[in-house]
C-alpha cells in the first residue's frame, strides 16, 4: 500500500504496542484478503508472527470484485487455510460475513459501478 513509503509496518506496530499498553485496548486489524498477493499459508505465518503476543483482532476480509481492478477474490479454502493458521498461533480471528457481492451492490463494488456509469 502507498501509505507503508511513509508509515512502516515496524512503526505501525510499535504504535499499536503503546496504544495497548496506555488503553488496555483491544485493536482490530482490517485485513483485506487478494488472491495471489496477500493470501499464502507464508503471509498467515508472517501475520501471526507480526501480532504475536497483542492484544488484537483480526477481522478476514473476502475482496469483492470490480470490472476494472485486476485483484481477485480469495477462495474460500484458502480464507479457511489463513484462518486456520492464524488460529493455531493463538491470534483471536474472524471472517467477515460477505453481503450483496452477488448483485454487484457489495463494499466498493458501488462505488466501482458509479465511475463506470453502470
Known amino acids: 500500500m502507498k501509505i507503508n513509503k511513509v508509515y512502516k509496518i515496524n512503526d505501525v506496530i510499535d ?5 495497548i499498553k496506555k488503553t488496555n485496548r483491544r485493536v482490530t486489524f482490517e485485513y483485506i484478503m487478494l488472491s495471489g ?3 499464502s499459508e507464508n503471509c498467515a505465518k508472517q501475520l501471526a508472527h507480526l ?6 483482532y483480526v477481522n478476514l476480509i473476502p475482496y469483492n470484485e ?3 481492478i485486476q485483484f481477485k477474490k ?3 479454502a484458502n480464507i479457511m487455510k489463513f484462518y486456520d493458521i492464524l488460529k ?9 460475513k460477505e453481503f450483496g457481492g452477488e448483485v454487484s451492490a457489495a463494499c466498493g463494488q458501488l462505488r466501482s ?3 463506470e456509469g453502470i
Open 15 to 19: 504504535a499499536v504496542k503503546y496504544y
Open 37 to 39: 498477493v496477500n493470501d
Open 51 to 56: 501480532l504475536e503476543g497483542l492484544n488484537a
Open 66 to 68: 470490480t470490472s476494472h
Open 74 to 76: 480469495t477462495d474460500k
Open 88 to 96: 493455531k498461533n493463538k491470534i483471536n480471528v474472524t471472517i467477515r
Open 113 to 115: 459501478n458509479y465511475e
